[in-house]
């Protein structure tokens, strides 16, 4: 069974399809890529899945679950959607923390290894507003990660990495593929897409094709 069913979605906003009838079927051990330009529906398909906007119609299946019936958000769902967000005087570590009192599964020990995981110093006493656009980017890696969830929705995962963060990353991937992890990356580097992924869909004018 694949874990994430998308199922003929349609998306309008006015007189504008973003999503055209899309289906697309994504199974675990598997990363799935998503290439098209800004504006073309990649981050517009990426909330769907994520329960954040209601397509118009059709349906979408995560992990067995109706999306609006059966559930409204996926719960064991990763995910990093346009630029994370996180309190900018408060240290990567106390920010990670905050998050995960949410769902209180987690030791600061684990969170501190998660950190390690994606390269950042736990005890890095920096405050984020002070941080890199790169390691910003790894510390929004290492919350969609944490709570070590099956799936991952991942838009632009390399964003303002160096080359040896992309190189970590990648590995980083590639080891949570192969852990039986679920994963949806979009990225416009083609390079990411042809070292990582599985299969690749190209959205175009909200239309999804596969093209690998």
Not at 71 to 90: A, V
Request: hydrophobic share 40%; charged share 25%.
């Amino acid at each position: 069974m694949s874990v994430i069913e998308v199922k003929n979605v349609v998306k309008k906003w006015g007189n504008n399809t973003v999503l055209n009838s899309v289906d697309l079927e994504v199974d675990s051990s598997e990363i799935v890529g998503i290439i098209g330009h800004n504006g073309s529906g990649k981050t517009v398909l990426m909330k769907c899945i994520c329960g954040f906007i209601t397509p118009d119609s059709g349906e979408i299946i995560v992990s067995g679950k109706r999306l609006g019936r059966d559930i409204d958000i996926p719960k064991n769902i990763g995910l990093i959607i346009e630029t994370p967000g996180f309190l900018p005087n408060f240290s990567g570590l106390n920010n990670l923390l905050q998050l995960a009192k949410i769902r209180n599964k987690l030791t600061k020990d684990d969170v501190r290894a998660v950190m390690n995981k994606v390269g950042l110093n736990p005890d890095e006493k920096k405050h984020v507003g002070k941080y890199s656009l790169g390691m910003r980017q790894r510390l929004g890696i290492a919350q969609a990660i944490m709570e070590n969830p099956d799936i991952l929705i991942l838009d632009e995962p390399m964003n303002g990495l160096d080359k040896d963060g992309v190189e970590d990353m990648r590995e980083l991937f590639l080891s949570l593929k192969n852990d039986g992890k679920t994963i949806i990356m979009a990225s416009h580097n083609p390079t990411d897409i042809d070292v990582l992924c599985d299969r690749v869909f190209e959205i175009t004018k909200g239309v999804l094709k596969k093209v690998r």
